[in-house]
């Protein structure tokens, strides 16, 4: 904040003493007086602990759920990764990691089954297709 007061001079003539503007805030300063308590100003504070990191594999819930999602394992996955973002916020880093740990176990079973269910699916074909010809 700036507290510079600006002088304005009538003309050197006129023999009124200069017109000086004061500032809003230091016309409620000098309104209101000094502070009536003589104690001095206390500080307040407020320690802020670092959270730790706590993945709740969100995104990789929402891709098993949308690709291939076998057993419905995607979708379950999905649920515990935003229970575990849910507990992440309300401040219960335990419940938080739990859920994290059982939508990261779901998520790994569901990539797992999802790229052996896409194998099967081109493999099988095609040893079909070769036995037909």
Request: with cysteine; net charge neutral.
């Amino acid at each position: 904040m700036n507290h510079t007061v600006q002088t304005f001079f009538s003309p050197v003539n006129s023999g009124q003493p200069p017109n000086y503007e004061i500032l809003k805030e230091e016309h409620e300063v000098a309104m209101l007086g000094a502070p009536h308590n003589p104690a001095p100003p206390t500080s307040t504070v407020i320690h802020i602990r670092s959270e730790t990191s706590v993945p709740d594999h969100v995104v990789w819930s929402l891709f098993n759920t949308l690709f291939m999602n076998p057993c419905c394992l995607g979708f379950i996955a999905f649920a515990y990764s935003v229970k575990s973002r849910d507990r992440k916020m309300v401040g219960d880093l335990t419940g938080a990691q739990a859920y994290a740990s059982t939508a990261k176990c779901l998520n790994i079973w569901a990539l797992i089954l999802g790229i052996l269910m896409t194998i099967l699916l081109i493999v099988v074909p095609v040893l079909i297709f070769q036995a037909h010809q």
